[in-house]
């Protein structure tokens, strides 16, 4: 039989995992966001090299 500080202990690991695994999961999405991000930028440079070597 577990007592309710066990129950308690138990709850808080529990919390602390799963706020772990919520900011793991926000830096995967925003690490994502910002390798799309550098690779527009870096498109739209080329792009406006491209532009000026035209003219």
Do not use: C, F, P, Y
């Not at 308690?8 to 695994?21: N, W």
Request: proline fraction near 0%.
């Amino acid at each position: 039989m577990t007592s309710h500080v066990d129950k308690q202990i138990a709850a808080r690991i529990a919390a602390v995992r799963a706020r772990r695994a919520l900011r793991r999961r926000q830096r995967a999405e925003l690490d994502t966001n910002r390798q799309h991000g550098l690779q527009a930028r870096h498109l739209a440079k080329m792009a406006r090299w491209e532009a000026e070597d035209a003219t």
